[in-house]
């Protein structure tokens, strides 16, 4: 879970600090809002954060992102454990967010589970002792098209399935990820079987007012 | 005005009015947890739905505006199964412990499911669990109760004016606390107890005390501070258990400071029960007569012009006034009720009132702070003025120490050479001050409790006067007193008669050995060491630094057991009623007085309480009205002088431990260790009270 309600159990850093050119990026999105209402900023500076920081906030990082606001913690806090994208503690250097919502789960993201949980030896929310993996089971993560899908970090790896899966890990635990999208040959979130609509070229269209039978639109 | 009707009802209200005050309006009940008319709108319980005609399904009524010609069902099918559907739900997670809950019998929760709620439940699963989490001495919580309602997140952050509660995670993982665990520095916090509609947050010190039907429960005013906040205490047997506060729109709304609640239990410690005297350098139990015959030798060879009394900050007006005349009769003038040495001025009674009133503040556009930390010297006069900053449009400044006041405070300086300055032509402030359409100042004891208080009250009356805060419709000069007894104290002159002496003369008297013998009426905060070799009186309810100085002890009541009138820093006379009897021979402290008097051979002509308030009435009008205000009348007051450019000091050291009875409070020894800590910065350090 990413929410935590009280100190979280790890070892927090004594105090965090904007790069140079985090602040500066920083300056842009509070530059977005007028004055007085820098806190809506405070997504934008999170996520900045977290970036800068291994992928984790620690509490250090949420007050200072407070007080570069001026707003009171507690609202930051309440902001970061609510999305489950801030990871309030340490996560592995490839974070493994997998997908077991319906559409995933039909079509074998258990197989998926199983392969990491077994390949890597961890537990969902767990983290390989070498800090190289780290696991979160998601809720959809919107590619329902190319399930089951799971998120490295920032990139989607998508129609998975274990032999897929097992190469993928093996590709990240090398530090040679591979490009992202799916794992079957397909273009992108296209049919599997080749493309079924867009069939004809659009500059030959009939004339108007002679739509085809059975055209909705007709009416 | 938009009309609307509701169960067949129709009412007229104002623009802005919701659903739910509509209903009330219309004395229609309508169940809420979240919903409070004096927070911020939520709309997160959803308790509060009712049916809509034309509406495709039912309204939050609490977040809903009432508009024309709505026709608003709260009873029918449609609302009773949507409010019946709701309680299920909030009841999935909450626990069915009330046996063990100390909510049991004053639980919102508990009423409205027996009201509204299904007969069954038909939740098989496993509840929730939520871990508990600490916010000090004083709130004790159980979050597996909580329902989410979030009024004390927005009392935190709203009223108290501190930001350290919020709702952390969502949905299921949803939860309230601080996130980093620390206790609640508010003076406040207390009252998230009240506004808690479950038992997810109850009293510490009160936990498996004592259930709501036990209790026997007293109508009366808080004499800790001087505002004299209206309060009910809650007492079963001689012992009072609690105390809670009750609304009075005029003085504390209905919140009452941590101090007022819950330094109840220093009535139970340290009490004096018996009389005592001094025999061979020993305090010794003794009789009554035996105390008595000591006084009378005390005091009786003593020429008037020998003796003095002092009158503390806990003593009612009744107490004041018996032994002014007792005093008198033995030939003194040297009275006096300002035991801290502030340079008030009895003659002119708008010299010492909070003349704006305390509801007056939410007028007012700019206010000027002049050696006070209203703070903690009166947090509810705090929390009225943050009510008006948080409506906007609202200037604050101070003279003093910089203080975290829970709104922003331009800081003009730290001592009294700042008043000549804004009086004079060229100050950005001054002139803030004289654009101003309603402004106020306030007068703390941190300018007038020192050599040149006199001065600082003249130049303050000269600045309010320059500024245009004193005018027929409007009167911005305020002092805050910081004692329950001092208003009373000045309205009956209890001060030095023609040739008395104050409080610095009658503590120099006795160390010169003038004055022979000093009556202390619950006078616990003057320097005891200066007492020299007097002979000490000290009548009071508690062992403090008095009693610890006297020869004769004698056992009176604390306000919680006495009728008494107190007259709070407006000058609004309030009366406190026993909620208890002293314990064992203390009696009431006028009827301590009375009965001395007669050992005097002065005996003071009255015998019931009665009496006494209809002889304080016919000298003292203004005491004729309870609970009401008589404006008082301009006149020249102070005493023109050069100021001394030294910062001023705030009166309170330490909020939780004010007077003998927070003192004898082993809540407020945890609230001082917890709290005081916290805020005691080095510009303020514990010498300075």
């Known amino acids: 879970m990413s929410a935590e309600h ?38 934008p500076l999170l996520d900045l954060a977290q970036r800068q920081h291994d992928n984790w906030l620690p509490r250090a990082a949420m007050d200072t ?27 592995g250097k490839y974070f493994l967010q997998l997908c077991t919502t319906t559409p995933c789960w039909l079509r074998g993201s258990d197989a998926v589970v199983e392969t990491c949980k077994h390949k890597l030896g961890i537990d969902i929310g767990e983290i390989t002792p070498d800090g190289k993996f780290s696991m979160m089971e998601v809720e959809c993560l919107g590619a329902c098209v190319n399930a089951p899908v799971i998120q490295v970090n ?29 794992a079957v040959k397909r273009q992108n979130a296209a049919p599997i079987s080749g493309r079924t609509t867009l069939l004809s070229d659009p500059t030959q269209r009939q004339p108007a007012g002679t739509a085809p039978a059975g055209d909705p639109n007709a009416a | 005005m ?159 004016g501190v930001e350290e509660l919020g709702a952390t995670g969502r949905g299921e993982s949803m939860e309230i606390g601080t996130y980093v665990q620390k206790a609640l520095t508010s003076e406040l916090s207390g009252n998230i107890i009240d506004l808690c509609p479950v038992g997810a947050l109850t009293s510490k010190p009160y936990a498996f005390v004592a259930r709501p039907w036990e209790l026997r429960k007293t109508e009366s005013v808080d004499a800790l501070d001087a505002v004299g906040s209206s309060i009910r205490v809650d007492a079963r047997g001689a012992a009072v258990l609690r105390i809670l506060p009750r609304l009075n729109e005029d003085v504390n709304e209905e919140w009452i400071s941590d101090k007022t609640r819950f330094a109840v239990d220093g009535l139970g410690h340290r009490r004096l029960d018996r009389p005592y005297v001094r025999v061979g350098g020993k305090l010794a139990p003794a009789s009554w007569g035996d105390a008595f015959n000591a006084i009378a030798e005390g005091f009786g060879k003593l020429p008037g012009g020998k003796i003095a009394a002092l009158a503390g900050d806990l003593v009612d007006v009744e107490a004041m006034l018996a032994l002014k005349e007792l005093m008198l009769s033995l030939g003194s003038a040297n009275i006096d009720c300002r035991q801290d040495g502030a340079k008030l001025d009895p003659a002119s009674r708008a010299s010492y009132l909070f003349n ?90 941190g300018a007038l409790a020192r050599a040149d208080g006199a001065q600082i009250l ?63 009426l619950g006078a616990d905060e003057i320097d005891m060491s200066r007492l020299g070799r007097a002979f000490v009186v000290y009548q009071g309810h508690h062992g403090d630094a008095g009693a610890k100085r006297a020869d004769v002890v004698l056992p009176g009541a604390a306000y919680t057991e006495k009728d008494g009138l107190y007259v709070n820093t407006e000058g609004r006379v309030q009366a406190a009623r026993r909620a208890g009897f002293p314990p064992g021979e203390a009696r009431e402290d006028w009827a301590i007085l009375r009965a001395l008097s007669d050992v005097l051979g002065h005996k003071l002509p009255y015998d019931s ?63 001082s260790a917890v709290y005081w800590a916290a805020r005691n910065t080095p510009a303020k350090t514990g010498t300075n009270g």
Not at chain 2, 36 to 58: F, S
Not at chain 2, 73 to 95: Q, W
């Open chain 1, 6 to 43: 009280n100190d979280t159990p790890v070892a927090q850093p004594e105090s965090f600090a904007f790069t140079a050119e985090n602040l500066e990026k920083a300056r842009y999105h509070i530059a977005k809002y007028p004055p007085g209402r820098q806190a809506s900023a405070v997504l």
């Open chain 1, 65 to 91: 992102v407070a007080d570069i606001l001026e707003m009171p913690r507690i609202r930051v806090y309440e902001v970061a454990t609510f999305y489950s994208m801030f990871n309030l503690r340490p996560v």
């Open chain 1, 154 to 182: 920032d990139d989607f790896y998508e129609d998975l399935d274990a032999a897929s899966t097992e190469a993928l890990l093996d590709a990240l635990a090398n530090d040679r990820p591979p490009p992202m999208g799916p």
């Open chain 2, 2 to 160: 938009p009309k609307l009707t509701i169960d067949g009802i129709e009412v007229e209200v104002p623009p802005g009015t919701t659903v739910l005050q509509a209903c009330q309006r219309a004395g229609v009940e309508v169940p809420h947890f979240c919903y409070h008319e004096r927070l911020q709108i939520a709309g997160n319980c959803r308790m509060c739905l009712v049916e809509q005609e034309k509406a495709p399904k039912p309204i939050a009524s609490c977040a809903m505006p009432a508009a024309d010609n709505m026709v608003i069902h709260t009873d029918s099918e449609k609302a009773k199964k949507a409010r019946k559907g709701v309680m299920e739900f909030l009841l999935i997670n909450h626990p069915l412990d009330c046996p063990i809950c100390d909510q049991g019998g004053e639980c919102d929760l508990q009423d409205q499911a027996m009201a509204y709620g299904f007969d069954r439940g038909r939740f098989e699963e496993n509840k929730r669990a939520v871990k508990d989490k600490d916010f000090g001495p004083l709130v004790k919580t159980s979050m597996n109760r909580c329902i989410h309602c979030t009024r004390c997140v927005r009392f935190a952050t709203e009223i108290a």
């Open chain 2, 356 to 445: 704006t009133t305390i509801a007056g503040i939410e007028e007012a556009d700019v206010c000027l702070l002049i050696g006070t930390d209203p703070r903690w010297e009166a947090p509810l006069v705090n929390a009225r003025l943050r009510k008006r900053y948080l409506r906007g449009g609202f200037k604050i400044a101070a003279i003093g120490p910089t203080l975290d006041l829970t709104f922003p405070v331009v800081q003009l300086g730290l001592g009294p050479e700042v008043l000549d300055d804004l009086a004079g032509a060229n100050h950005s402030w001054g002139d803030v001050l004289k654009g101003a359409k309603k402004p106020m100042l306030i007068l703390g004891m």
């Open chain 2, 458 to 520: 003249a130049a303050a009356r000269r600045l309010a006067e320059s500024t245009g805060m004193v005018r027929d419709d409007w009167n911005g000069f305020n002092v805050l007193h910081t004692a329950a007894a001092r208003v009373g104290g000045l309205d009956i002159g209890f001060v030095p008669g023609p040739g008395g002496r104050d409080r610095d003369a009658i503590l120099a008297g006795c160390e010169s050995g003038e004055i022979g013998a000093v009556y202390l």
């Open chain 2, 609 to 671: 309480l009665r009496e006494l308030r209809q002889r304080l009435m016919s000298a003292y009008p203004s005491f004729a009205e309870i609970d009401g205000i008589v404006a008082a009348s301009w006149g020249a007051f102070g005493v023109e002088g050069a100021m001394e450019p030294v910062p001023f000091i705030y009166p309170i050291a330490d909020f939780y431990l004010t007077d003998p009875i927070s003192r004898a409070s082993p809540t407020m020894a945890q609230c």
